[in-house]
């Protein structure tokens, strides 16, 4: 079966597939957990190092003969310019996936699932998947070796990939975490 697959996802699915991709070793031991996009982690850590060094600022501003506070400032001050190239990484990664204008579609066959992009064909066979997760935005095919490629799609072709899905047992459904 072949679904052609629309050019255009939303930042939310991309989020969410490199989020998969940055978690695969946990994914493989127990895929049956909430993902969260890379883009919230790094804005949220990135929010407690705004916090920190404000409070810790406001600290030595307060008692500015206690020196072990500018020690902590640096600290922070090094982990929210990360964090920061972080969020800019991560938002630059999602506007590339997001710009590929290449025609893409998903074949499933008995034995194998292919995704094809442009010139480029990614097959991945049952025998070597380890699972097949739904979450909010997005399905992915995940492989059991980690050289193997991981083939995602958005979830609102859901209904497509389960009725041809032979290995059921395969697919672990996470959208009710949401």
Do not use: C
């Not at 990614?122 to 997005?138: C, G, V």
């Amino acid at each position: 079966m072949e679904i052609k697959i629309d050019k255009i996802e939303s930042n939310d699915y991309y989020g969410e597939v490199l989020a998969v991709m940055s978690n695969y070793s946990k994914l493989v031991k127990n895929p049956a957990q909430k993902i969260r996009g890379l883009n919230r982690q790094a804005i949220l850590l990135t929010g407690i190092s705004v916090v920190f060094l404000a409070i810790f600022s406001i600290l030595y501003l307060l008692n500015q003969s206690y020196a072990p506070y500018l020690f902590v400032i640096a600290i922070f001050s090094i982990a929210l310019f990360l964090g920061i190239i972080y969020i800019v990484l991560i938002n630059r990664r999602i506007s590339k996936l997001k710009n590929n204008n290449s025609d893409k579609k998903l074949i499933i066959e008995e034995d194998h699932v292919e995704m094809h992009i442009g010139d480029e064909q990614f097959t991945l066979n049952f025998d070597d998947m380890q699972w097949i997760i739904l979450n909010r935005h997005s399905i992915t095919f995940l492989p059991k070796n980690n050289d193997d490629s991981l083939i995602a799609i958005g979830i609102r072709y859901k209904s497509q990939v389960i009725s041809n899905i032979k290995e059921k047992s395969l697919i672990v459904d996470n959208s009710s975490l949401y």
